[in-house]
């Protein structure tokens, strides 16, 4: 009996091992020319040669570049979102939302890209200063004549003063305390009331003269959203007569809101898509912004504006050589695995700009010996930045020294920073490290047990404290004793391990080796981020403090608005939202408070550079390194600039200026 | 019976409130809370901060935060999505469980129907190369790294050949201001494939029990299931959603192949064995000596009774269907469950997270109850005590 053999399924069993093996064989990329480079090997900021395709809805003539019908840009989660209210509040506060929604805000003032000024935006010029009036202080912001919603109506100083009333009586938290800056009922102000004093003119009273934090380049009242009462003036009423107002105005849905930015909101998909059209009564198009040393014209430019979801990168960077989209969107930018395949289509981009954040070693200044300048000191001196970056990271990061990054173009001073780096004991060889530390332990009266002090040693077992012809080093042969004639018990540094980070991971072995090397007794102990969190953010509500339960770690922080650094208040002032060392200098209160009083934007940039020299002295935390945001982007599109801090994902993509190719 | 299966629904009633305890207690364990995502932010106040973990209620006792959680799951609230605040986390999930559900339903039967057709016959003619073929290619997709298997999938298919979309559940540019929604359309197209099976089932039973002949049932069975899939199709062809409709179906093609052909091997090699054994049997040597024919003796004796481990891990795969979703819903940007259990996770959504675990836990014990009902469908010798 013959059994009949099933040919056709072996011949397509056969295929598709033949076709999967093929797949997993081929080089990825349909063309291994060079790609195109960005804003680290030379922006890609010129203009196309000739008009794309047109579209319907842009308003704009495209400056050198054409119209689009539709820019797609590839998103990573779900946008969970349409309201502004909750995006700006902690309920919504994410970054998704943002990408889709900060589009369609505007506000009196605004950030200019890539310069990182603040400039007019629904102001009709540049922001007065404030003027006593008794024992108030009386700022005065004028609205552009020509603004009106996306439906047509016109904005007025009403609506601002219908948002800010909203904000301040609902509670709404997050960015909005921020803008609002209306404090608290125990302690109010320093706004302490808005009004509209006609259609176009919005009068802020003060109990107290405001620094630049509150009036002028910070997140203050100037740089608020406004939002159209028209459309959520029922909404906030309605919500006000619930038992939970909050909640009900933030559960509000957002579709058919006017909008006062380049895009209007369209909908969303939940798992799929969200889609914007642009804003064809955008009362800015055609401006021409000249920011850092960048001109361009404003849009919007395409008539659409898509938001893809996708799940993983692999997937998204497919879609892109496709041509599915147009740019992918990601606050923690693209993996490095990644770029060799983008960079081998002639029709893609890969970009990287420096990111708004810095990546430290921190202490706890409440225990020894991290309370010791001396002993962060010599620390800081052990640590070969270059080599970790350059060596074991492989270039993957770069080396700090101050915290402000050096993309925040007007805030950045090259000059300054170069010093401080050398404070920092940038480009020293590994001998003159130690030679460093072992000096300022040792005028700080650290000892070693008899014998095992760390340095340089001759045959005949003569010591020397400095490298010497005929020495060579040798390290610390016990623990280090401290100025109290205790030795030193081991010391945690906690850092994220290798699976979530592996350069903070190096990061925190090394600085254990180095440390080990002198006769500091580090440990370095990989631990999982959200324990990491759990641990350095540890708060005590009864005392209203941080617990601190740690020696030392190692994280990462962003840092805020740009246009005004506030965030060496946050980190190190003593009480400062972030303050969780327990570090504590009247000298840098003082500087800080200085800062927030800044009538000009010279003075508190000079005042800022008095707290990173500071910082850089007393060592509060050490910056170690940051990577820069890799970003991808289709030739079929083209930016004015391609160059600024954090990337194009911060400026949402610029949906207002880009243009096809 | 009845007795058996009320008995098995306390049974299983206990055992979830065990599970869901222990799920609930085990999230708590994970360090962190959705409020990080808030800390690092110099322009976020630490006062922002606090009012979350209170408004959430984080900042209550444990035992206090457990027995809310508890006594409001069971009063039919699973909590407020902390992540996608303030939806309900049934509503979140309502969203989603069909998209899983459905992919992974369909990819699943498909590898079960082929794997068990093929492995019932490569085992019955064993020996040849035919089988040898099959037996590495299904070794080759029950051991593939199964992420970079989706992967060359999604390239070759998606991108190189162009054939089918780069993942996700839609086309952007189709649905973008059309007016319809994607989970209203799916969810019709779900329940109407639901009722063309049940129409079709319904049709089977009708024809078995007045149709004598076995030819005749057989034709008329398969002229029925043209019908009702004729039916259907026309249903969908004079729907105003039509093409979104056919758009969804498209996008479904990819992940469910992938999905069926990596669960195919194990299937196929599973009905193997167990045909191989079967084979072995007296009863067969009794079928084959009697002189029935040989396609009576594979299909009717020995597949029959080769099904049982194959239905068994059908079914107990069914209940596991997120666990089997993470890496193509990932991969494939396909929203389902999958995906929100794992965004649940890396921002410490607990209710989210707790939420789509209950559901899986719910899934994997009615799974193990219908197994069991089945064995004494399938093997007479097995009754329930």
């Known amino acids: 009996m013959k059994v009949t053999k099933p040919y056709g399924l072996r011949l397509l069993a056969l295929l598709a091992v033949f076709a999967i093996i093929v797949a997993a064989c081929s080089d990825s990329s349909t063309d291994d020319s060079t790609a195109t480079t960005g804003a680290d090997g030379g922006p890609s900021t010129t203009a196309g040669e000739t008009p794309g395709t047109t579209g319907e809805g842009g308003g704009g003539e495209g400056g050198e570049g054409g119209t689009l019908e539709t820019y797609n840009l590839g998103i990573f989660e779900d946008v969970t979102t349409d309201n502004p209210w909750s995006y700006l509040d902690s309920s919504g506060s994410d970054v998704w939302v943002g990408y889709v929604l900060g589009p369609t805000l505007g506000a009196p003032y605004t950030i200019g890209y890539p310069g990182l000024e603040v400039i007019p935006d629904m102001a009709a010029g540049d922001l007065e200063p404030v003027v006593q009036e008794g024992e108030n202080w009386v700022g005065t912001i004028t609205l552009r004549d020509d603004l009106t919603w996306s439906d047509g109506e016109p904005i007025t ?406 246009t005004f650094p506030t965030f060496h208040r946050s980190f190190f002032a003593t009480g400062g939202d972030s303050n969780n060392t327990q570090y504590s200098n009247a000298e840098f209160d003082d500087l800080a408070n200085q800062f927030d009083a800044a009538a000009s934007a010279e003075e508190a940039k000079e005042i800022m550079w008095q707290l990173e020299r500071l910082i850089a002295t007393d060592k509060p935390h050490v910056p170690l390194f940051d990577t820069g945001i890799l970003e991808f982007y289709s030739n079929n599109v083209q930016f004015p600039f391609t160059e600024t801090l954090s990337g194009l994902q911060n400026i949402y993509g610029s949906p207002g200026t880009v243009t096809s190719k | 019976m009845l007795r058996f299966i009320g008995r098995r629904l306390v049974q299983m ?118 089988e040898q073929t099959f037996i590495v290619g299904g070794i080759f997709l029950q051991t593939v790294f199964y992420p970079w298997f989706a992967i060359v999938m999604l390239w070759l298919f998606g991108f190189y050949f162009g054939w089918f979309p780069i993942g996700r559940f839609i086309d952007v540019n189709l649905w973008q201001g059309s007016g319809f929604d994607a989970t209203d359309v799916f969810q019709q197209l779900i329940l109407t494939s639901f009722i063309a099976v049940m129409v079709y089932v319904g049709a089977k039973v009708l024809i078995k029990r007045t149709a004598g002949n076995l030819i005749v049932q057989q034709r008329l069975q398969r002229i029925a299931a043209l019908l009702v899939f004729a039916g259907l199709v026309a249903y969908w062809y004079f729907n105003p959603a039509r093409e979104y409709v056919w758009d969804i179906v498209w996008h479904t093609i990819l992940p469910v192949v992938t999905l069926g052909l990596v669960t195919f091997g194990a299937v196929m090699l599973i009905t193997r064995t167990s045909m191989l054994e079967t084979l072995g049997e007296d009863y067969i040597m009794t079928a084959r000596a009697k002189g029935l024919p040989k396609r009576v003796i594979r299909d009717r004796h020995a597949a029959r009774n080769a099904l049982l481990p194959v239905v068994t891990s059908f079914v107990l795969a069914m209940g596991t269907v997120i666990g089997g979703a993470i890496i193509t819903e990932q991969i494939f940007s396909w929203p389902g469950m999958g995906s929100l259990f794992l965004q649940g996770i890396v921002v410490s959504d607990i209710p989210l997270v707790a939420g789509a675990l209950a559901i899986t836990g719910v899934l994997t014990l009615f799974a193990h109850l219908v197994v069991d009902i089945l064995y004494t469908i399938l093997d007479p010798r097995i009754r329930v005590t």
């Open chain 1, 157 to 562: 100083a009403q609506d601002y003063v219908f948002t800010w009333t909203t904000a301040r009586d609902f509670g709404l938290t997050a960015n909005w305390p921020d803008y609002v800056d209306a404090g608290t009922e125990e302690a109010p102000g320093p706004v302490t009331a808005v009004e509209a004093v006609d259609d176009h003119t919005v009068k802020f009273t003060f109990n107290a003269e405001p620094g630049l934090a509150v009036w002028g380049l910070g997140n203050g009242p100037p740089l608020m959203p406004i939002l159209p009462e028209h459309f959520w003036g029922p909404v906030v009423e309605e919500a006000a007569a619930t038992d939970t107002p909050r909640d009900t105005l933030i559960a509000a849905s957002g579709v058919g809101q006017p909008s006062a930015g380049v895009t209007v909101f369209g909908e969303i998909q939940e798992g799929s898509f969200a889609a914007s059209a642009a804003n064809a009564n955008y009362f800015d198009t055609g401006r021409e912004i000249t920011s850092g040393d960048v001109t361009y014209p404003v849009g919007p430019f395409a008539a659409n504006f898509n938001y893809p979801l996708y799940g993983g990168q692999e997937a998204a960077v497919l879609a892109l050589a496709d041509g599915e989209v147009d740019l992918l969107l990601n606050p923690l930018g693209m993996q490095r695995g990644l770029r060799d395949q983008v960079e081998g289509n002639e029709n893609l981009t890969a970009v990287v700009n420096p990111t708004n954040g810095y990546r430290f070693l921190a202490f706890n200044h409440s225990r020894a010996p991290m309370s010791d300048p001396a002993f962060r000191d010599a620390l800081t001196a052990m640590i070969n930045k270059e080599y970790v970056t350059e060596n074991l990271l492989q270039g993957a990061a770069f080396p700090l020294y101050v915290l402000l990054p050096e993309g925040n173009e007007a805030w950045y001073d090259a000059d300054v920073a170069a010093e401080l780096a050398e404070q920092g004991y940038a480009g020293l060889d590994d001998d003159t490290r130690r030679a460093t530390a072992i000096s300022i332990l040792t005028e700080a009266g650290y000892t070693w047990p008899e014998g095992a002090a760390p340095g340089w040693y001759d045959a005949d077992g003569n010591y020397s404290p400095e490298p010497a012809d005929g020495f060579s080093y040798t390290a610390a042969g016990g623990d280090i004793i401290g100025p109290d004639g205790n030795p030193i018990e081991t010391l945690e540094l906690i850092h994220p391990n290798a699976g979530y980070d592996p350069l903070r991971a190096t990061f925190g072995g090394y600085i254990a080796g180095v440390a080990r090397e002198i006769g500091i007794p580090i440990s370095s102990v990989p631990t999982d981020f959200g324990k990491i969190i759990d641990i350095v953010f540890e708060f005590d509500e009864e005392t209203a403090s941080y617990t601190s339960p740690f020696d030392m770690f190692i994280l990462g922080y962003s840092l805020g608005n740009p």
């Open chain 2, 13 to 130: 009633f206990i055992l979830f409130i065990l599970f869901l305890s222990i799920v609930w207690l085990l999230l708590q364990l994970m360090p962190g809370d959705i409020t990080d995502t808030l800390i690092g932010d110099p322009n976020i106040p630490l006062a922002t901060r606090l009012e979350l973990a209170e408004r959430l209620g984080l900042d209550q006792p444990l035992y206090v935060q457990y027995w809310t959680y508890i006594t409001n799951f069971f009063q039919g609230e699973m909590g407020v999505s902390f992540s996608r605040y303030p939806q309900e986390v049934s509503a979140v999930l309502w969203e989603a469980i069909p998209r899983t559900i459905v992919l992974v339903l369909t990819g699943t039967l498909l590898a079960y129907w082929m794997g068990f057709k093929s492995g019932k016959l490569i085992a019955w003619g064993r020996g040849g190369k035919t």
